[in-house]
Nanobody
Framework: QEQLVESGGGLVQAGASLRLSCAAS????????MGWFRQAPGKEREFVAA????????YYADSVKGRFTISRDIAKNTVYLQMNNLKPEDTAVYYC??????????????????WGQGTQVTVSS
């Protein structure tokens, strides 16, 4: 079973920035597309952002476009989610995930094979 380890969550005020990190094994990092999802209390888990295994293609939920950036660091086998101009509605547990699905499926929760344990992001108004 592959492990994904997230870090970087915390409590911030609206308008602040945070960077989430997700460390993966070299096997996963080099062969899987990576995504970030989030789940707020009482809501379903939703897609936030994804990057193809090559790093050439990225995808974002409309709610985070222009504020969040997903990236991959090959040297560190780590995927990042840079979150700027955070809003209270961004409050959620954020999960990193890995998938072998084709590009057209990267926004779909059910297509991901491995998940991290989640990291809490809380944005106060």
């Amino acid at each position: 079973q592959e492990q994904l380890v997230e870090s970087g969550g915390g409590l911030v005020q609206a308008g602040a920035s945070l960077r989430l990190s997700c460390a993966a094994s070299e096997h996963v990092f080099r062969n899987y597309a990576m995504g970030w999802f989030r789940q707020a209390p009482g809501k379903e888990r939703e897609f936030v952002a994804a990057v193809s295994w090559s790093g050439e293609s990225t995808y974002y939920a409309d709610s985070v476009k222009g504020r969040f950036t997903i990236s991959r660091d090959i040297a560190k086998n780590t995927v990042y989610l840079q979150m700027n101009n955070l809003k209270p509605e961004d409050t959620a547990v954020y999960y990193c995930a890995a998938t072998r699905a084709a590009l057209g499926y990267l926004t779909m929760t059910g297509r991901y094979n491995y998940w991290g344990q989640g990291t809490q992001v809380t944005v106060s108004s």
